[in-house]
C-alpha cells in the first residue's frame, strides 16, 4: 500500500457522534486525499491537501472536516456522524496532482 | 451525464480470453488516464497510466487511448482467474481524480 495506513480500519458509531479517522504516509508525498466509496457511486473525492496546513474541498464535503498539521498525517473528521456517512474510507498520496495515485488499506464505517 | 462511465457488468470471459474493459469521460482537456483493479474487500491498486493517443502495453495489459472520442478501454490477454476483480477508470480533471464505477470482471476457469 505505498507505505501508507489508515486509522481505524473498522469503526461502529452512533448518529451524532463525532469521528476522526487518520492516514498516515512514509513516503514524503506532498498530496494526500481523502475518498469515500459506496455502491452504485463509486469512489469521490471528499477533501484533499496540497500541503501541511492546505486543504481543499471535493466533490462531497459536507459534513466532513480535514486537518494536515504534518505532511505525514492526513486527519478526516465526521463532527456529527449521520447514518448516510456509512461508508468505505479510503486515503490515497501522490507526489503531483497529475500523477497516480497510491490509496491505503481504507476505513470501513458503520454509523448506527 | 456522468463525466466517466464504464459498463458496471459483471463482464464474465473464460479463461484465456481477453477480457475488453471500456471508459467514457467527458472533459476534453483531460490528459491523464488511469486503470485500477480492485479486488473484493481491498483497497485499489494502479495498473496502467496513459497519457497518449495510442496503444501501452504491460505484460497481458495493454491501455488504449482515444481523445478524440473521448475513449479509454483496457484489454486483458490470456486472462486469469486472478485477474476477478472490479476495474476502475480514473480521469484527471482539473487535478482532481474522477472515478467511473467500475467494471466487474468475472474470469471463470
Known amino acids: 500500500d505505498a507505505g501508507i495506513t489508515q486509522s481505524p480500519r473498522h469503526k461502529v458509531t452512533e448518529t451524532g457522534t463525532p469521528v476522526t479517522l487518520r492516514c498516515h504516509q512514509t513516503e514524503n508525498h506532498r498530496y494526500m486525499y481523502w475518498y469515500r466509496q459506496d455502491p452504485g457511486h463509486g469512489l469521490r473525492l471528499i477533501h484533499y491537501s496540497y500541503g501541511v496546513k492546505d486543504t481543499d474541498k471535493g466533490e462531497v464535503s459536507d459534513g466532513y472536516s480535514v486537518s494536515r498539521s504534518k505532511t505525514e498525517d492526513f486527519l478526516l473528521t465526521l463532527e456529527s456522524a449521520t447514518s448516510s456517512q456509512t461508508s468505505v474510507y479510503f486515503c490515497?498520496?501522490?507526489?503531483?496532482?497529475?500523477?497516480?495515485?497510491?490509496f491505503g488499506p481504507g476505513t470501513r464505517l458503520l454509523v448506527l | 451525464q456522468k463525466e466517466v462511465e464504464q459498463n458496471s457488468g459483471p463482464l464474465s470471459v473464460p479463461e484465456g480470453a481477453i477480457a475488453s474493459l471500456n471508459c467514457t469521460y467527458s472533459?476534453?482537456?483531460?490528459?491523464?488516464f488511469f486503470w485500477y483493479r480492485q479486488y473484493s474487500g481491498k483497497s485499489p491498486e494502479l495498473i496502467m497510466s496513459i497519457y497518449s493517443n495510442g496503444d501501452k502495453e504491460d505484460g497481458r495489459f495493454t491501455a488504449q487511448l482515444n481523445k478524440a472520442s473521448q475513449y479509454v478501454s483496457l484489454l486483458i490477454r490470456d486472462s486469469q482467474p486472478s485477474d476477478s476483480a472490479t476495474y476502475l477508470c480514473a480521469v484527471m480533471v482539473g487535478g482532481k481524480l474522477i472515478f467511473g464505477q467500475g467494471t466487474e470482471l468475472s474470469v471463470k476457469p
Open positions: 490515497a498520496i501522490s507526489e503531483n496532482p497529475q500523477e497516480t495515485q497510491y
Open positions: 472533459d476534453r482537456v483531460s490528459q491523464s
